[in-house]
């Protein structure tokens, strides 16, 4: 069982609980979380005391891989090869990019893996451990915003796992506010100085390169008024580049599709969703060069020249 890398708190979450799901069911399952876990994972656990599961390694002598949360083989790095070489099952509420997996369980209109992953577990009638419980509602709350993209199967969903977790909801809420570390916080401002910002019409296009808290830094700017946010890092053999855009991008443009296209062009890989979306290229390319190629695809699929916006 393997999640994305530094796994966030859905990822997690749908990694235990599928172990769980499969131990119940009688198979024996090492959970593997490549770069360990985030921040917010660490914090949730402890204030909830939630037992933290050990990142176990690949058990060589394993039949089948199973890949929750990760969207693109690129997203578990060192692992590709324990991968390619076994039957594969993908868990996911991407949808997949340069995985073909035996069995896949892909909901793309769930909020979360979690969700799905409560979902399996009440359609085999299994109820899991109220640790479990209460790590796959925190999932279930931390990727779909707080419930502002729910549908009527996420409440169903939670409300089940709240009965078995007899957890308070609002205090698992209240545990899920991070304070924001310094490192964080300088990060953020780096990149909004280095910030460059074009214009189409009324939208705004933000480019900026930072080399942690890229996500971060790309909410940041959406907040600022930014349509599409573009943040570019640096990392040892690699050039990543995340994205993030506003609702009024959306219909007419999906960053899957920008992302997608520029994965081809720099012979990376990338993927997402229509407003959010990543990609990494194993090459050393400057992260301008990048940014400045995502403007140009950009500008030719709206169709029209951006204005660089000085003070
Ligand atoms: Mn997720």
């Given at each position: 069982?393997?999640?994305?890398?530094?796994?966030?708190?859905?990822?997690?979450?749908?990694g235990?609980?599928?172990?769980?799901?499969?131990?119940?069911?009688?198979?024996?399952?090492?959970?593997?979380?490549?770069?360990?876990?985030?921040?917010?994972?660490?914090?949730?656990?402890?204030?909830?005391?939630?037992?933290?599961?050990?990142?176990?390694?690949?058990?060589?002598?394993?039949?089948?891989?199973?890949?929750?949360?990760?969207?693109t083989?690129?997203?578990?790095?060192?692992?590709?090869?324990?991968?390619?070489?076994?039957?594969?099952?993908?868990i996911d509420?991407?949808?997949?990019?340069?995985?073909?997996?035996?069995?896949?369980?892909?909901?793309?209109?769930?909020?979360?893996?979690?969700?799905?992953?409560?979902?399996?577990?009440?359609?085999?009638?299994?109820?899991?451990?109220?640790?479990?419980?209460?790590?796959?509602?925190?999932?279930?709350?931390?990727?779909?915003?707080?419930?502002?993209?729910?549908?009527?199967l996420?409440?169903?969903?939670?409300a089940?796992?709240?009965?078995?977790?007899?957890?308070?909801?609002?205090?698992?809420?209240?545990?899920?506010?991070?304070?924001?570390?310094?490192?964080?916080?300088?990060?953020?401002?780096?990149?909004?100085?280095?910030?460059?910002?074009?214009?189409?019409?009324?939208?705004?296009?933000?480019?900026?390169?930072?080399?942690?808290?890229?996500?971060?830094?790309?909410?940041?700017?959406?907040?600022?008024?930014?349509?599409?946010?573009?943040?570019?890092?640096?990392?040892d053999?690699?050039?990543?580049?995340?994205?993030?855009?506003s609702?009024?991008?959306?219909?007419?443009?999906?960053?899957?599709?920008?992302f997608?296209?520029?994965?081809?062009?720099?012979?990376?890989?990338?993927?997402?969703?229509?407003?959010?979306?990543?990609?990494?290229?194993?090459?050393?390319?400057?992260?301008?060069?990048?940014?400045?190629?995502?403007?140009?695809?950009?500008?030719?699929m709206?169709?029209?020249?951006?204005?660089?916006?000085?003070?």
């Amino acid at each position: 069982m393997i999640t994305h890398r530094s796994a966030d708190l859905d990822a997690y979450a749908c990694g235990v609980a599928i172990k769980e799901l499969l131990e119940r069911l009688g198979l024996s399952v090492t959970l593997v979380t490549p770069e360990g876990v985030s921040q917010p994972v660490k914090s949730f656990l402890a204030r909830n005391s939630i037992k933290y599961l050990e990142n176990e390694s690949c058990d060589p002598e394993s039949a089948i891989a199973v890949l929750v949360d990760v969207s693109t083989l690129s997203q578990v790095n060192e692992l590709r090869d324990f991968v390619r070489g076994r039957r594969l099952v993908v868990i996911d509420h991407h949808e997949i990019h340069n995985i073909k997996p035996d069995l896949a369980v892909i909901d793309p209109s769930a909020t979360s893996c979690s969700e799905i992953a409560a979902l399996l577990f009440k359609e085999v009638g299994i109820e899991p451990s109220a640790e479990t419980a209460k790590l796959l509602i925190g999932g279930i709350l931390s990727d779909s915003g707080r419930l502002s993209r729910a549908r009527d199967l996420t409440f169903e969903a939670l409300a089940w796992l709240l009965r078995i977790s007899r957890v308070d909801y609002q205090e698992l809420v209240s545990s899920m506010i991070t304070e924001v570390t310094f490192s964080e916080r300088m990060a953020r401002v780096k990149g909004l100085l280095r910030m460059r910002v074009y214009r189409v019409d009324e939208l705004l296009v933000c480019l900026s390169n930072v080399n942690a808290y890229e996500s971060s830094l790309a909410d940041t700017m959406l907040r600022a008024g930014c349509d599409l946010a573009l943040v570019a890092s640096e990392h040892d053999e690699e050039v990543r580049m995340v994205g993030r855009s506003s609702k009024r991008l959306q219909g007419m443009l999906s960053l899957a599709d920008l992302f997608s296209e520029l994965a081809q062009y720099f012979n990376g890989e990338g993927g997402g969703h229509a407003t959010a979306a990543a990609l990494s290229v194993r090459a050393r390319i400057d992260v301008w060069t990048l940014l400045l190629k995502a403007l140009e695809r950009f500008e030719s699929m709206v169709g029209k020249k951006a204005v660089r916006v000085m003070d």
